[in-house]
């Protein structure tokens, strides 16, 4: 972390150059700088707020929640497939929480200069503490070290990791448990993702003195790294869909490739800073960025639209999505006659929840939102709205 709050003091603005995308920012609260940022299934988004602690938002970013075991710190995020959140401090130790935040448990005050960095298929915890690597299977309970390496770790269903040691990668094919030398580079690796599909991105550190470019690429059906992308620190890559993904920088703004990472391009219409410090993907389909000046997302916010405020519904309604069938976008609307708690799912054939899109209490009235469905499949999807008299549903068609 220390690393990276340099990369935020000392680097210097660039123009930025907009591609393919157009970011809107989330809310007027304009938190920010935002360090670290993580999504649970259910949507709700967690955002590391350098020295200003964590917020919790449940409506898609359009209103924040302070949350934290101490609001004027900097924390690193990670959560686990049970939606478990972990939160590391540089000076006060590694916390939990089980209840999205409304309590956090200290887990362990033995580590110092601590980022959390990982959570594997096993739930084993993988935190750097002082330029080392330690992995704890309890909870945070007890931590084994790993030795003398430390840096950025990534981990896969299949019990692969990566982790990053200077200008080093180093392999686990058991989740951690043994570790064998992978590649080495010229430049200190900074930021790594991998997925099942056989491509590992590492994200370089890059010094203004020897700028080098950003990411290399390695595919397992080719055994071979591509140097490519900005010459610049890469902070953090995701997948947005197969073959887009969208990498963060420190002083470049956002790239995005949509050739599977052989090309790179900026995409920064809408912004109003370079300094990308993390990314994060919404169940609606949307991606977040986390800047130096609050969160932006590639769907215009605020989603909710009430309509008609003087004129209240006489009865409950959920329309029919418009347009249908869509791609990749459609707007819902709904209404209804007495103010309370408003869910809005959807669900795929199965029964499968594949995004919250409303979540909160809302006063009677109209409401329209809109679902990006950019990431998922064609097929047949069933939204449900649920408030405490009505539960509503109906069918809508994404065809791509």
């Not at 030795?147 to 686990?172: I, Q, T």
Request: glycine share 8%.
């Amino acid at each position: 972390m220390k690393n990276r709050l340099l990369i935020f003091i000392f680097c210097s603005a660039v123009s930025l150059h907009a591609q393919n995308e157009t970011w809107h920012q989330l809310s007027s609260q304009k938190i920010g700088p935002v360090f670290s940022l993580t999504v649970t299934s259910r949507g709700i988004i967690f955002a590391s707020v350098f020295e200003h602690g964590i917020f919790r938002s449940s409506d898609s970013g359009a209103t924040w929640v302070q949350t934290a075991p101490s609001a004027g710190k900097t924390y690193s995020l990670v959560k686990n497939s049970s939606d478990d959140i972990f939160a590391a401090e540089w000076n006060s130790g590694i916390f939990s929480s089980t209840n999205n935040g409304e309590h956090w448990n200290a887990l362990s005050s033995s580590l110092s200069h601590v980022d959390i960095r990982a959570v594997n298929s096993a739930g084993m915890l993988f935190a750097e503490s002082e330029g080392v690597l330690f992995s704890s299977a309890d909870y945070g309970k007890r931590w084994k070290s790993l030795h003398s390496f430390g840096g950025a770790v990534v981990a896969l269903p299949n019990k692969e990791m990566y982790a990053a040691k200077g200008d080093s990668l180093l392999r686990s094919t058991n989740n951690g448990l043994t570790w064998t030398h992978f590649a080495s580079f010229s430049s200190p690796v900074y930021s790594l993702y991998a997925d099942t599909s056989g491509i590992l991105f590492a994200g370089m550190y890059s010094d203004e003195n020897e700028p080098v470019s950003g990411i290399f690429k390695w595919k397992k059906s080719e055994s071979f790294w591509k140097q490519t992308g900005p010459q610049t620190t890469i902070n953090q890559i995701i997948q947005y869909s197969p073959g887009k993904y969208f990498a963060a920088t420190a002083d470049s703004g956002c790239y995005v490739s949509i050739d599977s990472g052989v090309t790179w391009k900026p995409a920064n219409t809408g912004l109003t800073s370079a300094k990308i410090y993390s990314l994060a993907l919404l169940p609606d389909g949307s991606i977040l960025l986390g800047t130096v000046d609050g969160i932006f997302s590639n769907i215009q916010r605020p989603d909710f639209i009430q309509k008609n405020k003087n004129n209240v519904p006489s009865e409950f309604r959920l329309e029919q999505n418009f347009p249908n069938p869509f791609n990749p976008a459609t707007v819902i609307s709904y209404q209804f006659p007495v103010s309370g708690f408003v869910s809005l799912k959807v669900f795929d054939t199965l029964g499968r929840e594949a995004a919250l899109l409303v979540n909160e209490t809302q006063p009677a009235g109209r409401y329209s939102v809109r679902w990006n469905a950019e990431a998922f499949s064609s097929g047949i999807y069933i939204y449900q709205l649920k408030t405490a008299e009505q539960v509503l549903t109906k069918k809508m068609i994404l065809t791509k």
